[in-house]
């Protein structure tokens, strides 16, 4: 039986169905940093250990010399029980003495992350000794493994295992409601997103689309589900542009019941920056996503929108591609909203699901694969 140590650098609620998968699948010991950075809040909320057979063990993500990134405990790992360590794939130097120390012991580790997008820069060497020294790599999607392999690392240890932010569902109930027409006082098509208000999401170019929607007679209304920085600058945006009453900022929330009746009843799912998990959140309940088309630039999940499918793609940096993808979007009568949603479903249920982590996950660690 594999004796699997999975360190990782934080343990975010978002991952709880492909933890407690894992956790059952395997007989593991969890770590887990307290913070994602050095005793700094951020803004992840945290899942409940209470779902593990065996209780986490917590360690400090340290910075030492105010740059390098250190996980404690790390090398002190090696010299447990484990022959098998799945940890966060983003290099920290107290990799090194751990990766070190599993060759010499003949254990394996595998580590879970985006990737590197180019070798340049200072941490070259590092990164080379990292991807090189590892068991496997296992990306978030197939744009992160061509890009390692094009970096020229070996494509037989880079593995793609998505994300996920719950298992299969076999159905979804119909949540049809009027809690737009309710808060609104009108059934005007619903432009929404959901994630954490952060300067990368570039929400404020969703604010500005939405003004200048009313303003050209495409009427909708705008959603936003949420909160963090950015949530005192997007209300005084919106106030800005003269179309505040048909902007809802709903708060934060997690409650399922919630927001899966709030994504559920909109149109179109809109996150201008890098779309992230927001992508899979809305394609769960059935809402296309919009995005920008930069890979550079995108999380993952990006690969989850399909032109003209789950939703649609604009060139990064232009607004006015950005507004007209939205307009035509809204205005293209001949779509059937019926097949957006099954194709939204179909995406997520095919490889954007803990179940099918679980699945590729198993095969790696149980294939003996060196």
């Not at 803004?43 to 593990?52: E, N, S, T």
């Not at 340290?62 to 484990?82: D, E, S």
């Amino acid at each position: 039986m594999i004796q699997l140590c999975c360190f990782f650098n934080y343990a975010p609620l978002y991952r709880e169905s492909v933890y407690k998968l894992i956790d059952e699948q395997f007989y593991c010991q969890f770590y887990f940093g307290r913070e994602v950075q050095e005793d700094k809040k951020s803004g992840i909320k945290k899942l409940d250990y209470a779902i593990f057979r065996h209780p986490p063990i917590e360690f400090r993500n340290k910075t030492l010399l105010r740059r390098f990134g250190w996980r404690t405990k790390a090398a002190f790992l090696a010299f447990q029980k484990y022959d098998t360590f799945l940890i966060t794939g983003d290099f920290v130097f107290s990799y090194i003495p751990l990766l070190f120390l599993c060759k010499l012991f003949g254990k394996r580790v595998f580590a879970w992350g985006h990737g590197i997008k180019t070798r340049k820069g200072k941490m070259r060497l590092f990164n080379d000794f990292f991807y090189k020294s590892l068991t496997g790599f296992l990306t978030y999607g197939e744009g992160g493994r061509k890009r390692l392999i094009e970096l020229g690392y070996n494509p037989e240890k880079i593995h793609v295992i998505y994300n996920s932010l719950g298992p299969r569902r076999h159905s979804v109930p119909q949540l049809k409601s009027d809690v737009f027409t309710r808060h609104f006082g009108d059934d005007k098509p619903i432009l929404i997103f959901i994630g954490r208000l952060t300067p990368q999401k570039r929400l404020d170019w969703l604010i500005k689309a939405h003004a200048d929607l009313n303003r050209n007679g495409q009427e909708c209304n705008l959603v936003i589900v949420g909160s963090g920085a950015e949530m005192a600058g997007l209300r005084q945006c919106a106030a800005k542009q003269g179309y505040e009453n048909k902007v809802w900022f709903y708060g934060e929330c997690y409650d399922d019941n919630v927001t899966r009746e709030l994504l559920y009843n909109a149109d179109l799912c809109v996150s201008p920056g890098n779309v992230g998990l927001t992508a899979l959140n809305s394609m769960e309940y059935g809402t296309p996503v919009l995005s920008h088309s930069d890979f550079e630039t995108q999380m993952p999940e990006y690969e989850t929108i399909v032109e003209g499918k789950t939703g649609t793609l604009y060139r990064k940096g232009d607004y006015a591609d950005f507004y007209r993808k939205i307009s035509d979007w809204l205005s293209n009568t001949n779509r059937d909203r019926g097949q957006i949603r099954q194709n939204c479903y179909e995406m997520i249920n095919g490889k954007w699901n803990s179940d099918h982590q679980l699945e590729i996950l198993n095969g790696i660690l149980t294939s003996g694969d060196k």
